[in-house]
């Protein structure tokens, strides 16, 4: 991420030249895909987890 953060300046700041401006803005493109990757992983996991917990807590039909 803070990879990505350094790229987003350099590519704001416009002082490089346009060869390494269109690499830099791949590379970004590259990171910030690998990050919602790593992002939507996370999700998925925590959505796991939250399942597994909410079905430990869901009322028991037989309680009654």
Do not use: Y
Not at 32 to 42: E, F, I, P, T, V
């Amino acid at each position: 991420m803070a990879e990505l953060e350094d790229i987003v300046q350099q590519l704001e700041e416009g002082d490089i030249p346009l060869e390494k401006a269109l690499q830099q803005f791949e590379k970004g493109v590259k990171l910030s895909r690998d990050c919602q990757k790593a992002l939507d992983s996370a999700e998925q996991r925590v959505k796991v987890l939250l399942k597994d917990k909410l079905e430990d807590f869901s009322p028991d039909d037989s309680a009654d």
